[in-house]
């Protein structure tokens, strides 16, 4: 039986490279990642983090395969509902996109908007790799929309941090606590930035004022913090 792979999840350990010189001393709105790392990995250094990452996914290759197995085939049976629920939200069908999720050695799970590529921490349960998953996937469909029909709106706007970063989380733990969206991850959606807590009382309450419209959300929290 031939799967149309809209999520396809893979190993990269040159990423994560790249990832702990990225994120080793870094944090944002009250989540400290390098501090995440180091709890993790107490060992490693910066003088030997490639030496070590290399050395972790060789000990850990099997596990990471099926690891990537379960996460691979779980999507496969929810990836539908998933772009359906979707289509609902924004009112276009966003379902012949193609994203790659890489597991990662680091509990940061990043997206790079330019590749459509995200990464999640092996060591979450499933139901925690397929929130990340829809998580990420969610953050590049909301991108995706505010390119195509909010493009004045968002012009001088940046997607990786800022406002329109703070609104792009606090809309994913919006969206997925809709009944649509909890039926595949059966699990709350939560706001992991405690530093949003504020935003995302505004966000919520001109979302329903807009009849949950995508736009309106974004031009109208977007206009109120100016």
């Not at 609902?88 to 990043?110: M, Q, R």
């Not at 349960?125 to 493009?151: P, W």
């Not at 001088?156 to 595949?184: A, K, R, T």
């Not at 939560?190 to 919520?204: E, G, K, R």
Request: proline share 2%.
């Amino acid at each position: 039986m031939n799967i149309n792979i809209m999520i396809e999840i893979i190993l990269d350990k040159n990423l994560d490279k790249e990832v702990f010189y990225d994120f080793a001393d870094f944090s944002i709105a009250g989540v400290d990642f390098g501090g995440k790392i180091k709890k993790d990995h107490p060992s490693i250094t910066n003088e030997n983090y490639k030496k070590y990452i290399d050395n972790f996914y060789q000990a850990n290759y099997e596990l990471m395969k099926l690891s990537i197995q379960e996460l691979q085939n779980k999507i496969y049976s929810t990836q539908s509902d998933f772009f359906l629920a979707t289509k609902n939200v924004f009112k276009k069908d966003y379902s012949d996109k193609k994203f790659t999720g890489a597991l990662s050695i680091f509990d940061c799970n990043p997206r790079y908007l330019e590749k459509n590529l995200f990464q999640i921490y092996f060591r979450r349960d499933l139901l925690g790799k397929i929130e990340v998953s829809y998580h990420e996937t969610m953050h590049f469909l909301f991108f995706q929309f505010c390119r195509e029909e909010c493009s004045d709106i968002i012009k001088d706007y940046d997607m990786n941090s800022g406002l329109l970063w703070n609104l792009s989380e606090i809309f994913n733990v919006i969206v997925l606590n809709q009944p649509s969206f909890q039926n595949i991850l059966k699990r709350e959606e939560l706001l992991f930035y405690p530093n949003l807590s504020d935003a995302f009382v505004v966000a919520s309450k001109i979302w329903k004022e807009g009849n949950e419209n995508v736009k309106y959300l974004v031009e109208n929290f977007l206009n109120s913090k100016k």
